[in-house]
């Protein structure tokens, strides 16, 4: 996590010869959207962030298993006598939901936040600023990890470490968080935001394929000019290269490059979708995508809404939400099965994106464009969901963009009949969704729909580069022609 592969050993407890109940094993974090949402509330509201880390944070809660261990010569005098293990020992398999369940206990009863429904490692307490207005704090937990959202966000985490032991490295305004980079920056009109990125990530993944390929008798270099991620006439379904030897290897290159998507080099993603159909379809590096994929990210581096009861009345500022969807359709030239893509904003940041082969083969693209529609329609429901959650306000219905007339025409006029039975589950979702006022669907020129980067892999030169650079850097309006 600290963007540089550094590895750590640790003597630990053999949690693996105990058998616990799974009711004490599992332990939820919180979700990367869940950050990125807070990080833009936090801009948006002109609040602070600070971090902390908490030490030893498991031997802070007792253990939930009855474990017992015969005291070794280590213990000197005490040599033979049963021990009580009483505290919760990293390598238990119930340590991290009992040091979950002790936090939540001291965040709730002598903090006063409250988890979100939506989220419950994200946990909420309303608060006014000094103007009097009203907004949320929030605090956000991934095991050990907390990240304060508030206008006095270290004075939140000032009281978190009168409760624990914090280690002083980590206490101050984040510059890493959950291995990618957080940083301010001003804006061209002069307000300050929060950004994330992951850039050292990136460099050290780089840094270690290179280091890992440099015996290959291929060399690295960039295909196309950095037209794009790996070549035009390259389809992963039909690669007959021999297998890797070493197929671990090449799965660690893509867990890498999917964490790097994760953290927000989403202009890849696509690429790493179209992979290999099968788990055991590992081929070889040699073939150019994996090199080319590394490449890449070198050469660019830089109804009604049902709520629950609990609900929390929102404050701050109120945030637009849009989502492009597209679809490529019989793409998969082994199955012709088709590749799904879609791109969520919270006003000019991106949170959400999805790019997937869709579990069905359709024989018109009006088919493929209503299930990726559905699918957008699912993430967008999830998202609002959360934002309120959060105790964010919504401005009004999430703008949904797609570049297919027929779909749009279908989905958004009550006369307009279904002909194609087989797509009235996607088609009845969606008009459930535009009917409830939770989305609008509108007709967007295909050259505009920015979630064409994440359905074909065909995308190159200046229509890619443009696509790009308005998601990464800047997020301009769409032409209304």
Not at 42 to 65: G, K, M, P
Not at 319 to 329: C, E, G, K, Q, S
Not at 389 to 418: H, M, Q, R, W, Y
């Amino acid at each position: 996590m600290d963007g540089k592969f550094t590895c750590k050993a640790r003597l630990v407890a053999g949690g693996h010869v105990t058998d616990p109940p799974s009711a004490i094993t599992y332990s939820s974090v919180v979700s990367r959207d869940s950050v990125r949402i807070a990080l833009t509330i936090a801009s948006l509201n002109d609040l602070d962030l600070f971090a902390c880390d908490v030490e030893s944070a498991y031997l802070c809660a007792d253990c939930l298993e009855k474990v017992w261990r015969v005291a070794g010569s280590e213990f000197g005098s005490d040599k033979g006598k049963v021990l009580l293990i009483v505290h919760a020992l990293y390598g238990l398999k119930s340590s991290g939901a009992a040091w979950r369940a002790m936090l939540a206990k001291v965040l709730s009863e002598e903090m006063h936040f409250v988890p979100t429904e939506a989220n419950p490692d994200v946990y909420i307490r309303q608060a006014s600023k000094a103007n009097r207005e009203l907004y949320y704090e929030m605090l956000l937990v991934y095991v050990d990890d907390i990240l304060a959202v508030s206008e006095v966000a270290e004075e939140l985490v000032g009281v978190i470490g009168s409760k624990f032991k914090l280690k002083k490295s980590s206490v101050g305004r984040p510059s890493r968080y959950l291995g990618g980079g957080i940083e301010q920056i001003q804006t061209d009109n002069g307000r300050i935001i929060w950004s994330a990125n992951c850039i050292e990530y990136v460099r050290s993944a780089i840094e270690i394929v290179k280091k890992d390929l440099s015996s290959d008798p291929i060399p690295l270099h960039r295909r196309g000019d950095g037209k794009r991620p790996f070549p035009s006439s390259y389809r992963p379904e039909l690669d007959t290269s021999p297998e890797l030897e070493d197929i671990s290897k090449y799965q660690q290159y893509i867990g890498v490059l999917r964490w790097a998507c994760e953290l927000g080099r989403i202009d890849i993603l696509t690429e790493l979708g179209f992979d290999p159909v099968r788990p055991d379809d590992v081929v070889s590096p040699l073939d150019g995508a994996l090199i080319s994929k590394v490449d890449w990210a070198e050469f660019y581096p830089d109804a009604e809404e049902q709520m629950p009861r609990r609900m929390p009345t929102p404050h701050g500022a109120a945030v637009l939400t849009r989502a492009y969807v597209d679809a490529n359709h019989a793409g998969n030239l082994a199955n012709r099965r088709s590749h799904t893509g879609i791109l969520i904003y919270i006003n000019n940041s991106p949170v959400l994106w999805y790019s997937k082969r869709q579990n069905t083969v359709e024989t018109l693209s009006f088919g493929i464009e209503f299930v990726a529609l559905r699918i957008a329609v699912e993430m967008v429901e999830a998202l609002r969901y959360k934002l309120r959650c959060f105790g964010i306000p919504l401005d009004g219905p999430t703008e949904v963009l797609c570049d297919n007339k027929s779909v749009v025409t279908n989905s958004s006029v009550p006369a307009s009949t279904l002909n194609k039975g087989h797509n009235a589950i996607c088609y009845h979702r969606v008009h459930e969704a535009q009917a409830c006022g939770m989305i609008k669907v509108l007709w967007i020129k295909g050259k505009y729909n920015l979630a064409d980067l994440f359905s074909k892999t065909t995308i190159a030169g200046d229509t890619r580069w443009n696509f790009v650079n308005q998601i990464f850097y800047k997020s301009d309006s769409v032409d209304e022609d």
